[in-house]
């Protein structure tokens, strides 16, 4: 079955340092994976998908599928960064797109 | 606006009652989906719908049901409430794969 693991609940750095947040998977073919953010009491809100390697607010996701993983960085926090983050990835290759979530890690940028 | 809204925002039920939560969209998207979000678990799937009428369990349907009788609306019912069912419903659509979610705001559902 498919599957999201982000390993870590939560990380907490100082402002202006690198952060990368943890995503591996498993999944049979080739995955499209996702990265959502959720800001305090906010709605979840895509951040980035793979297939268009986009930069986001700094934030960038390579997909490794010799480590299955596609970890979420960006080179120097920003306060405005803390929130909750989540790893997602298709449940199957059909062309409805349910998608499984990993179970989010916080991140909580100090100034 | 994101083209996707939830009523209500906030609801306190006491346990045993029913509770319809609703999604309304306005992007004419085929996919609907209801998550709950709960600390420690992240966000599960509840039931989805690929079309009017066409609907289906997720990996956490007991309790639920759902119902989408035109493409914009789909409703979530609590049959019967429990402690267990106090959570964050979130609703999203997809136009399909490869597009990912537009989430709504969400409702916080508490059963006393």
């Not at chain 1, 947040?21 to 793979?50: A, D, I």
């Not at chain 1, 930069?55 to 960006?74: M, P, V, Y």
């Not at chain 2, 939830?6 to 996919?31: A, D, I, M, W």
Request: aromatic share 12%; hydrophobic share 30%; charged share 20%.
């Amino acid at each position: 079955a498919q599957r999201v693991t982000q390993p870590e609940k939560l990380l907490s750095v100082f402002k202006g340092a690198p952060v990368e947040l943890k995503c591996n998977y498993s999944y049979s073919g080739s995955p499209e994976l996702f990265w959502y953010v959720q800001y305090s009491r906010q709605r979840l809100q895509l951040l980035l998908r793979h297939i268009s390697r986009e930069s986001i607010k700094g934030f960038t996701a390579d997909l490794n599928k010799g480590e299955t993983s596609f970890h979420l960085k960006k080179p120097f926090a920003q306060e405005e960064d803390s929130a909750m983050y989540y790893c997602a990835l298709p449940r199957n290759t059909g062309a409805n797109s349910k998608l499984t979530f990993g179970k989010g890690i916080t991140l909580s940028v100090r100034p | 606006d994101a083209g996707i809204t939830q009523s209500p925002r906030h609801k306190v039920t006491e346990t045993g009652t029913p509770v319809t939560l609703r999604c309304h969209q306005t992007e004419n998207h085929r996919y609907m989906y209801w998550y709950r979000q709960d600390p420690g678990h992240g966000l599960r799937l509840i039931h989805y719908s690929y079309g009017v009428k066409d609907t289906d369990k997720g990996e956490v349907s007991d309790g639920y049901s759902v119902s989408r009788s035109k493409t914009e609306d789909f409703l979530l019912t609590l049959e019967s409430a429990t402690s267990s069912q106090t959570s964050v419903y979130f609703c999203a659509i997809s136009g399909g794969t490869g597009q990912g979610y537009t989430f709504g705001s969400g409702t916080r559902l508490t059963v006393v």
